[in-house]
């Protein structure tokens, strides 16, 4: 079985670190950014369609897909 792939703030936080927004609005960017970045990944194993990871993300439940 694959490994999961968890984000790890800390790990990414230098490229937010100098938004101006608040630390909970810069992990929410992250957690964003890293489930589109998974949703992706698994456009190109064949595990989701395009269309769904346009869906997913519009409608903000990429998380819940990320999770799958």
Request: charged share 30%.
């Amino acid at each position: 079985s694959a490994p999961a792939l968890e984000l790890d703030p800390a790990k990414y936080w230098q490229y937010v670190q100098d938004f101006d927004l608040s630390d909970a609005e810069k992990l929410e960017v992250l957690k964003t950014v890293w489930s589109a970045l998974i949703l992706l990944m698994r456009s190109g194993l064949g595990e989701v369609s395009a269309e769904r990871i346009v869906l997913s993300l519009a409608c903000g439940d990429a998380d819940i897909e990320a999770k799958r």
